[in-house]
């Protein structure tokens, strides 16, 4: 075992435990952006609902429209006539946008990071495999020589007597 083999025993537990506080934080942030999103949408309905009686005359319909609107999908089943209708889609449109970015970005920014990790982790093991390869041909080249004092000697003792 070499000197390194604690170190790294001891690092385990702190590195597993920093892993799942990422993932457990990815994912609370993850589902929380989500969450957020559907409940500005669901707040667009009722506001729509509000706003423009006459295109949307049921909270069912405004939400459909919203949830269309929020996910950039947009049918053109239903849509809002009116100015304020516009402005209430407009805004729903840009946190629609808005949602996506976030949700890329943290799915992209994930994704490189886990690659770094692993080539970090990689890298890591092949330099403790090199010092491992090395510490055991000093092994060898100490046994080596060790024989080789245990021979010469033994010629030396022969040849004194």
């Given at each position: 075992?070499?000197?390194?083999?604690?170190?790294?025993?001891?690092?385990?537990?702190?590195?597993v435990e920093?892993?799942?506080?990422?993932?457990?934080?990815?994912?609370?942030?993850?589902?929380?952006?989500?969450?957020?999103?559907?409940?500005?949408?669901?707040?667009?309905?009722?506001?729509?609902?509000?706003?423009?009686?006459?295109?949307?005359?049921?909270?069912?319909?405004?939400?459909?429209?919203?949830?269309?609107?929020?996910?950039?999908?947009?049918?053109?089943?239903?849509?809002?006539?009116?100015?304020?209708?516009?402005?209430?889609?407009?805004?729903?449109?840009?946190?629609g946008i808005s949602f996506i970015t976030f949700l890329t970005a943290g799915v992209t920014s994930t994704v490189i990071q886990r690659g770094a990790q692993h080539a970090q982790e990689s890298e890591s093991a092949q330099r403790e495999r090199d010092l491992k390869t090395v510490v055991d041909a000093l092994d060898r080249t100490r046994h080596a020589i060790a024989d080789l004092d245990k021979r010469l000697d033994s010629i030396e003792s022969r040849l004194t007597s």
């Open positions: 075992m070499t000197d390194i083999e604690p170190r790294l025993k001891g690092e385990r537990p702190a590195l920093r892993r799942a506080r990422r993932i457990v934080n990815a994912r609370s942030l993850t589902l929380g952006l989500a969450a957020t999103f559907l409940g500005l949408a669901f707040a667009g309905a009722i506001l729509m609902r509000i706003v423009d009686r006459h295109d949307f005359p049921n909270l069912g319909l405004a939400a459909w429209w919203a949830l269309q609107t929020i996910t950039t999908v947009g049918y053109g089943d239903v849509v809002p006539t009116t100015n304020l209708g516009r402005i209430v889609g407009s805004v729903e449109l840009v946190l």
